[in-house]
C-alpha cells in the first residue's frame, strides 16, 4: 500500500512538472508583433503589393476599413473575417476590377487577428 501512494505521488509531481513545461512553451510561442510583422509581408504583400496589379495596395484597403469601421474590434472583425472566408458579399473595396480574393488560403483565425490589429495599428504597410 507504502509503495503505491509513493507511485502515485511520483506520477502527479511528474505530471504537473510536464504540464508546467507545456505552459511556458505556449508562453513562449506567443507571436510577438514581430513575427506578425513577418508573417504579414510573407503571407500578404505577395499579392498586395505596392503597385497594386494583383490586388489592391494593403494602404488603401485599410482606408476604406477604417472609415466603414472606425472603432479597432470592428476593423479587426471585418477584415479577418474576410480574409478567413472571402466572398464577393462581403467585399467593400469600391474598386471591382479585381478577382475577388482566393477562398481557403488561411486557417488560423488567431494569427489572421493579430494581423488585422497589425494593420490596424501600422501606417508602413
Ligand atoms: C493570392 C493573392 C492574395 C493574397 C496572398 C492575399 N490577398 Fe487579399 N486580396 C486579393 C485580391 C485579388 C483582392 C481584391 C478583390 C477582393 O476584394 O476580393 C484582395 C482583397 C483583400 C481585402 C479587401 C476585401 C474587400 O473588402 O473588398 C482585404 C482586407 C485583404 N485582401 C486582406 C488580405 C490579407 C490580410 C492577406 C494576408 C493574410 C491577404 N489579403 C492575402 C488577393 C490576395
Redesign the pocket.
Known sequence: MFSFVILLLTVLVLMSFSTNTHKQTRVYTKPTQVSIKAY?VK??T???RTNGK???QMQK?KKV?KQKFPASEDFIEA?SG??IK?SPQ????PDKS?????EN??HNDQK?KA?ALY?YNNSNL
Do not use: N
Open positions: 504579414y503571407q500578404c505577395f499579392c498586395h494583383v490586388a489592391p484597403i476599413y477584415l474576410f480574409v472571402p462581403k467585399r467593400i473595396f479585381y478577382e475577388t480574393m482566393p488560403m488561411f489572421i494581423v494593420i
